[in-house]
């Protein structure tokens, strides 16, 4: 069997496997596992490092390593429907730890990029003999018994990988599948050394790293594989060891790898237990909602186009949810790369698109150099990273119109001081958040002074594959090169709204409300203010290309992204020194943040949900052309991270002339600067109809964050969130 025949059987088996399989199936195997490895080893005076190390080595020389006939790379799982007396051990296990700390001694979340190109250069062999080398000159050097047991722990982890391969190297020979066998030899004692084997490696770590050492929802990214694997590929051309055919193959089988693994549901609006039956839940399976980020194109210290990008994109299947593919788009993409990713975007691919031009400068606006900004990433649920060299430590800001309220009213909602002017609102708006920087910013140079010469005992599994870890015989918090500070930047629609209103409403127009009476009409929730509720409608919308609207959006946004990049300066040395970024990115989190806010001045009833990431107010876009003129009159200078949901009909896409007009439309927008768009094409019928008859939409995908769903597989509130995001033409 060739490996086009195989891809073509993975393809199959995993697009049935995930749409078939039961929604209460379990990683039981890897929980009675877990069981036995903390009634061996986690136990009072025994080092993290060493419990987590023999704990690990426990579960990865034990576990099953299953291989199929048509398997190109290797790398399942055992995941079963628990009978009724397996039933009741999860229950008692669950209830022994809590749903969400099943483990007990694995505490990594990832969210994270690893250091990959130091990952393929030294293999696991080389992760090895590097940790055993420093473990050795510290050991003669006196070192601190933390930093040593840190390294031994490592090492420990790093041979339970080797294990693990090596007993994937005998199942294969043991099923004749000798291809499989010698490559998985080859990367027990050595780095990769074909496209194939990157593949594999990168492969093995991510999954073993998602199921078995980390804890839950381990979303982890595989950082820039087009950038990473071109030098392999290359070479396996140029001596007839690849074809272009073979490669499509093995990246199929990688990306069905990536995705056989889920559970089914989604989880941001959904359970996280399974509770509500109709989701698999985290504690079932740990990968059970987790994107698996895939970094493609964009701007690279190697010279030349990349012949992997546009095959890589080929290779992304509309009918799988995961791996979630980032294609990093510059100003001189080929146009056939370009067509390509429009035409992934309008079948519904789970893949998202940023804008170099745009992301690369922030970095760099931030104080990153150059060489590390252009290698940029993205981690799930869009997070910014820089490929395995930084971590996210700390956030500031959060939803604007949340603190654009408490700047205008007190917690009985009146009036904080009596306003003449929206520049006088923005003044006491600005400042507000200046002191919480300052504040803030104070702590975190007190933090890192602290940190100085500080050892630490705890490892977790990222900690192997991040930088400096080794080096520094510390965890990857305190190595990494750079700490990032986030700013998030929410719900700016809701925002500019509420200012539009109060400048047409309260500042504006020839038969102005007072403040106070405006402060009066939301205390009451607009009830017995029913006037004021219908101006408050119709003013201005962020979304309409109404610059009366946009203009507050940017000013908005602005005002918090200057006052971040003003107090990373600090003032005793008049040095940045806090790696400030801005981020746009709020996952779902206008479901829930709108609980404590009341009524607001753009008509917003109390308790209302807010704007969604960049998206306008709910029923407020009139066109696709008006909203993303709208979003790129933000200054993303700044900006790194984030989310544009668009959702467009099927007519307005279909055929040539439909892809044409999604080209178009989507390289202005980011011509002019939008930071990043993710699409989804569905009808607002064609969803209520799958509500009503799911077994006709088994493919139906929509976006969701930095990630897609099964639309048929998400639970009724899920699913209505989604139909009243705006289907705009």
């Not at 992997?308 to 001189?332: A, Q």
Request: charged share 25%.
């Amino acid at each position: 069997m060739n490996k086009l025949e195989k891809s073509r059987l993975m393809l199959d088996e995993t697009v049935d496997t995930l749409r078939n399989k039961p929604l209460r199936s379990t990683y039981m195997e890897k929980l009675q596992l877990n069981k036995k490895a903390i009634d061996l080893y986690v136990k009072e005076g025994v080092p993290q490092p060493l419990r987590f190390g023999y704990a690990v080595s426990y579960m990865l020389e034990n576990c099953s390593v299953p291989v199929k006939e048509h398997d190109i790379l290797v790398g399942r799982f055992v995941e079963i429907l628990p009978n009724e007396e397996e039933e009741a051990w999860l229950d008692s296990f669950i209830g022994q730890w809590g749903a969400r700390n099943i483990t007990n001694f694995l505490y990594d979340m990832g969210h994270v990029t690893f250091y990959w190109e130091e990952a393929l250069q030294l293999g696991i062999s080389g992760y090895i003999k590097k940790c055993d080398a420093e473990f050795e000159k510290r050991l003669k050097e006196g070192a601190d018994m933390r930093n040593l047991m840190f390294l031994q722990g490592m090492g420990m982890i790093y041979r339970a990988y080797r294990r693990y391969i090596v007993r994937y190297a005998e199942a294969c020979e043991a099923a004749g599948m000798t291809e499989a066998a010698e490559m998985c030899r080859n990367l027990a004692d050595n780095p990769p050394s074909t496209f194939m084997e990157g593949m594999q490696f990168i492969l093995f770590i991510t999954s073993i790293f998602s199921i078995y050492t980390a804890h839950m929802n381990a979303t982890l990214c595989c950082g820039r594989v087009d950038d990473l694997l071109r030098p392999y590929y290359e070479k396996d051309i140029a001596e007839g060891r690849l074809t272009r055919e073979e490669a499509g193959a093995i990246i199929d089988d990688f990306n069905c790898k990536s995705a056989i693994i889920l559970g089914r549901g989604e989880h941001q609006m959904s359970g996280w237990t399974a509770s509500d039956g109709y989701d698999t839940g985290w504690y079932r399976n740990p990968m059970y909602d987790s994107p698996t980020y895939v970094i493609i194109g964009g701007y690279s210290n190697k010279e030349g186009r990349n012949p992997l990008t546009k095959l890589f994109l080929e290779r992304i299947h509309p009918r799988l949810e995961n791996p979630v593919y980032v294609y990093r788009r510059t100003k001189d993409c080929p146009d056939d790369e370009w067509t390509l990713a429009c035409d992934k975007l309008r079948q519904n691919s789970t893949l998202l698109i940023y804008n170099d031009e745009v992301v690369v400068n922030a970095f760099k606006q931030a104080g990153i150099p150059h060489e590390d900004a252009v290698n940029y990433t993205i981690h799930g649920c869009n997070w910014p990273d820089l490929g395995g060299k930084s971590l996210n430590i700390l956030e500031i800001g959060g939803p604007i119109p949340r603190r654009l309220y408490n700047t205008i009213f007190d917690l009985d909602g009146n009036l904080t001081q009596n306003f003449t002017s929206i520049d006088e609102i923005y003044k006491k708006y600005e400042d507000g958040f200046r002191a919480e920087v300052k504040t803030a910013f104070e702590k975190y140079r007190q933090s890192r002074k602290s940190d100085k010469g500080a050892v630490v005992g705890q490892v977790r599994s990222c900690d192997c594959f991040m930088e400096g870890t080794i080096d520094n015989a510390v965890d990857c918090g305190r190595t990494v090169s750079y700490k990032l500070v986030l700013n998030l930047l929410r719900h700016v629609g809701t925002a500019a709204d509420m200012m539009a209103s109060l400048e047409a409403n309260v500042f504006g127009g020839d038969d102005p409300i007072t403040l106070e009476k405006m402060a009066e009409a939301l205390r009451a929730d607009f009830v017995g203010y029913e006037d004021i509720l219908k101006r408050c409608k119709n003013a201005p919308k962020y979304g309409r290309d109404d610059d009366r609207a946009d203009r507050h959006a940017y000013r908005l946004m602005k005002i918090l992204s200057d006052v971040a990049a003003e107090e990373a300066v600090n003032p005793e040395t008049g040095e940045k020194d806090v790696y400030v970024v801005d981020v746009t990115i709020a996952d779902t989190n206008h479901l829930v943040c709108d609980k404590d806010i009341p009524a607001t001045p753009d008509g917003r009833h109390a308790n209302e949900e807010l704007s969604e990431n960049l998206a306008t107010t709910k029923g407020t876009t009139e066109s696709v052309t008006a909203l993303l003129n709208s979003v790129t009159k933000i200054d993303f200078g700044r900006c790194t991270a984030g989310a544009m949901n668009v959702r467009m009909p099927k007519n307005m896409v279909s055929g040539d002339e439909g892809l044409e007009t999604i080209k178009m439309l989507f390289e202005t927008y980011f011509e002019d600067g939008g930071m990043q768009l993710q699409l989804s094409v569905a009808d607002t019928a064609e969803l209520r109809d799958a509500q009503v008859n799911p077994e006709n939409y088994p493919d139906l995908m929509v976006r969701i964050t930095g990630y897609s769903a099964v639309f048929v597989d998400m639970c009724p509130k899920a699913q209505e969130e989604i139909i009243k995001r705006d289907e705009v033409s």
